[in-house]
């Protein structure tokens, strides 16, 4: 059943229709809710979305309980490939909660959040930029760790990454929801303005996973695998000290040592390598750099340390 949870009146007789898929079955009343699409250049979700919607509606005798798959909180920012909302050049993820009195996107925000009040457990998806790969991830803010991290395990990812709070997180929908009491688990995977299908597929077995240890899902699951927690360890950060093109020689998941071979920086006008790059501690390589140009202080990786290492 397709329901609309907002809608607001645009120029040129349209309409701004914020909607989504209701799947239920069974008389169990646990909830799960499935966000993607609030920046509109991150479109990994759109195929976790598609995944979960046609496959639950293929097995209705399995499940037991409410799904509900959000595909788009930004359509005009996925239909223009922008990551902020257009015409208002304004992050859709730093305004939440919103008010019913404010402005239009205020408005909106505002209905997002009291429509996924109440569900058991909500999954906001994300992807990178288009300059950065993440490893499929689950972030975390230390005040939630305790609640958040056990259903993260569930969840098939490589890696959660605890971190530490910080005040421009507080206007995200995920902190909305955990603040309200709604257990929100933020899921970052590929890159931006790309879909990855085994991303995709990895994270769509987590969360049959995580609904079979809910009692919504009564029928078969995959062995998910353990992630590694990052609770209370620091993250390398490898920038590049020259402009040019980078090469890696690394891929993700890959464990290197401080002072590993990473790749090059290529000047492709005088033919040189100008910056052999290296890595900055011991640890598991987490993000890499997908867009090839860089300039000086450009983000390359990012390194996972090693836990004797962090202490």
């Known amino acids: 059943m ?28 646990t909830r799960l809710s499935l966000v993607t699409g609030t920046h509109g250049d991150e479109l990994e979700g759109q195929y976790l979305a598609w995944l979960l919607g046609s496959f639950l509606n293929q097995h209705l005798d399995e499940l037991d309980g409410i799904v509900d798959i959000y595909p788009a909180l930004n359509p005009m920012g996925i239909d223009s490939i922008t990551r902020s909302v257009p015409m208002f050049d304004i992050d859709m993820n730093r305004i939440f909660p919103g008010t019913k ?8 925000c505002s209905s997002i959040v009291n429509d996924l009040a ?26 939630t760790a305790e609640m958040l991290v056990p259903y993260a395990k569930l969840m098939n990812v490589d890696f959660i990454w605890v971190h530490e709070s910080a005040t421009v997180l507080e206007s995200t929908l995920a902190h909305t929801l955990n603040t309200r009491g709604t257990k929100t688990l933020v899921v970052e995977m590929g890159v931006g303005m790309r879909i990855t299908k085994e991303y995709g597929q990895q994270i769509f077995d987590g969360i049959m996973n995580l609904m079979h240890h809910l009692g919504m899902w009564k029928g078969e699951i995959k062995p998910v695998r353990e992630p590694i927690v990052s609770l209370n360890r620091k993250v390398g950060f490898i920038n590049s000290d020259a402009a040019g093109i980078f090469v890696p020689c690394v891929s993700f998941g890959d464990t290197v040592k401080k002072g590993d071979y990473i790749g090059d920086v290529l000047n492709p006008l005088t033919s040189e390598i100008v910056e052999k790059v290296t890595a900055v501690c011991d640890g598991m390589i987490f993000t890499l750099r997908e867009y090839p140009v860089v300039y000086g202080g450009s983000l390359l990786a990012r390194i996972l340390m090693k836990e004797e290492e962090s202490e």
């Open 2 to 29: 397709i329901e609309t949870i907002a809608s607001t009146t645009l120029a040129v007789n349209e309409n701004l229709l914020i909607q989504k898929q209701r799947i239920q079955s069974g008389k169990n009343k």
């Open 101 to 108: 009195h404010g402005t239009m996107m205020e408005v909106i």
């Open 118 to 143: 109440g569900s058991d457990v909500c999954i906001d998806v994300h992807s990178s930029n288009i300059f950065l790969k993440e490893i499929p991830q689950i972030r975390i803010s230390v005040p």
